[in-house]
């Protein structure tokens, strides 16, 4: 499967961005997606994850209550919505699909597919 991030940008504190995370060669439906990003000078982290059938979630605790991730498994689309942004959640953002479909893996090595990333920065 081909994943392709994007709606990244530049906004302000406070402002609010939505994250898309587009499949392509097979239905995104039969993996879990998770999100990770990396800001300059820092390692890749966890964000959040969804199980196939959107029945788990889970996020990490620096995004829990200001990030929403949801799945439009008719859409082949996984979407991150990010609301009261913060200077430290600037990063460049990857999607990722990982065949453990039954659950929302935190760590990165669950995931076989990796999307290109999508810059997120956020001003103060």
């Known amino acids: 499967v081909q994943l392709q991030a994007s709606g990244g940008g530049l906004v302000q504190a406070g402002d609010s961005l939505r994250l898309s995370c587009a499949a392509s060669g097979r239905t995104l439906s039969s993996y879990a997606v998770g999100w990770f990003r990396q800001g300059p000078g820092k390692e890749r982290e966890f964000v959040a994850a969804i199980s196939s059938n959107s029945g788990s979630t889970f996020y990490a605790a620096s995004v829990k209550g200001r990030f929403t991730i949801s799945r439009d498994n008719a859409k082949n689309t996984v979407y991150l919505q990010m609301n009261s942004l913060k200077p430290e959640d600037t990063a460049v953002y990857y999607c990722?699909?990982?065949?453990?479909?039954?659950?929302?893996?935190?760590?990165?090595?669950?995931?076989?597919?990796w999307g290109q990333g999508t810059q997120v920065t956020v001003s103060s």
């Open positions: 990722a699909a990982s065949s453990y479909y039954y659950a929302a893996p935190v760590g990165g090595g669950a995931y076989a597919y």
